[in-house]
């Protein structure tokens, strides 16, 4: 999702999807790429009404998140869970844009990010 500051949001909005490999990046400004690397976890796992990945943003706040939902299921007490995030923070090289998404942007991502 392409978000600017100068889009015209009105109120507090959410965005709910899937990947295909268990990872959520975001471009900063200054070309730093933000990832957050997560188990894939399939629809049928998610809870109701929600997504694997979820994009909120609050524009009067002034931000945005990027949120990774992990598998739904129900504790029993003393029951705990497990959820491995790995957060990774690289430059963008230069000869890739950083206004929008492009193939070059998704391959760097997945070939020197989250599998290198």
Same mark, same amino acid.
């Given at each position: 999702?392409?978000?600017?500051?100068?889009?015209?949001?009105?109120?507090?909005?959410?965005?709910?999807?899937?990947?295909?490999?268990?990872?959520?990046?975001?471009?900063?400004?200054?070309?730093?790429?933000?990832?957050?690397?997560?188990?894939?976890?399939?629809?049928?796992?998610?809870?109701?009404?929600? !997504? %694997?990945?979820?994009? #909120?943003?609050?524009?009067?706040?002034?931000?945005?998140?990027? &949120? $990774?939902?992990?598998?739904? +299921?129900?504790?029993?007490? !003393? %029951?705990?869970?497990? #959820?491995?995030?790995?957060?990774?923070?690289?430059?963008?090289? &230069? $000869?890739?844009?950083?206004? +929008?998404?492009?193939?070059?942007?998704?391959?760097?991502?997945?070939?020197?990010?989250?599998?290198?």
């Amino acid at each position: 999702y392409l978000y600017y500051p100068t889009d015209n949001v009105r109120g507090k909005q959410k965005l709910f999807a899937f990947t295909q490999g268990g990872w959520l990046a975001h471009v900063t400004a200054d070309r730093k790429v933000f990832v957050k690397k997560f188990d894939h976890v399939l629809p049928a796992r998610i809870t109701p009404g929600q !997504g %694997e990945v979820e994009v #909120y943003i609050d524009p009067q706040a002034g931000y945005m998140e990027l &949120e $990774n939902h992990g598998t739904y +299921r129900q504790l029993q007490p !003393g %029951e705990g869970v497990d #959820y491995q995030v790995t957060w990774l923070l690289r430059e963008l090289p &230069e $000869n890739i844009p950083a206004d +929008r998404l492009t193939q070059a942007l998704i391959d760097f991502v997945e070939k020197e990010i989250v599998n290198p």
